[in-house]
Antibody, heavy 116, light 111 residues
Framework: QVQLQESGPGLVKPSQTLSLTCTVS??????????WSWIRQPPGKGLEWIGYIYYTGSTFYSPSLKSRVAMSVDTSKNQFSLKLNSVTDADTAVYYC????????WGQGTLVTVSS | QSVLTQPPSVSAAPGQQVAISCSGS????????VSWYQQLPGTAPKLLIY???KRPSGIPDRFSGSKSGTSATLGITGLQTGDEADYYCGTWDSSLRAGFVFGTGTKVTVL
């Protein structure tokens, strides 16, 4: 059974870059069977899709975040990562990584707070 | 601002049934399969339904999905207290390469 685990700083200062990594176990990113996604949820609000990456490094980002987002993949570590630059308090959210473009399995999520 | 509209809340007594609607457009639900997710309090979402009406392994048949035109519906029968959660629909939106979009979410309350 696939498991996903997000990791990274829980506090980021405004205007800086948010960086998170998702470690996958129980499945191989390099199998090419799935895309690998990032999704976020501001406190008390709904879900927002950020984008996905394929094992080849091919990406597809949400138009609303595209100018600030970068995703990467490290198949040797079975990990994929998210970078979001120029953050503001509107980027405070629980960030989830998930398997598949349609998210059939999710990590537990990690809260990232943007605050000085 | 989500492009998929759901009712903010629905409620019913234990054992009863509820239906949650998800309204979209020709560029999303009208063209692509719909998924449904359950988010229990304080936990990550979980996939309940994919490809409009398919259940992943382990999801009871009390949960069902359907789609017609630009709308989709999640049905829950035999409502249990453990079903109290937020439910989200989701699908791809083909307009302006919008990507995957989620519904506004529906809180199910078991009375």
């Amino acid at each position: 059974q696939v498991q996903l685990q997000e990791s990274g700083p829980g506090l980021v200062k405004p205007s800086q870059t948010l960086s998170l990594t998702c470690t996958v176990s129980g499945d191989s990113i390099s199998s090419g069977d799935y895309y690998w996604s990032w999704i976020r949820q501001p406190p008390g609000k709904g879900l927002e899709w950020i984008g996905y990456i394929y094992y080849t490094g091919s990406t597809f980002y949400s138009p609303s975040l595209k100018s600030r987002v970068a995703m990467s993949v490290d198949t040797s570590k079975n990990q994929f990562s998210l970078k979001l630059n120029s953050v503001t308090d509107a980027d405070t959210a629980v960030y989830y990584c998930a398997r598949g473009a349609g998210a059939d399995s999710w990590g537990q999520g990690t809260l990232v707070t943007v605050s000085s | 601002q989500s492009v998929l509209t759901q009712p903010p809340s629905v409620s019913a007594a234990p054992g009863q049934q509820v239906a949650i609607s998800c309204s979209g457009s020709s560029s999303n639900i009208g063209k692509n399969p719909v998924s449904w997710y359950q988010q229990l309090p304080g936990t990550a979402p979980k996939l309940l339904i994919y490809d409009n009406d398919k259940r992943p392994s382990g999801i009871p048949d009390r949960f069902s999905g359907s789609k017609s035109g630009t709308s989709a519906t999640l049905g829950i029968t035999g409502l249990q207290t453990g079903d109290e959660a937020d439910y989200y629909c989701g699908t791809w939106d083909s307009s302006l390469r919008a990507g995957f979009v989620f519904g506004t979410g529906t809180k199910v309350t078991v009375l």
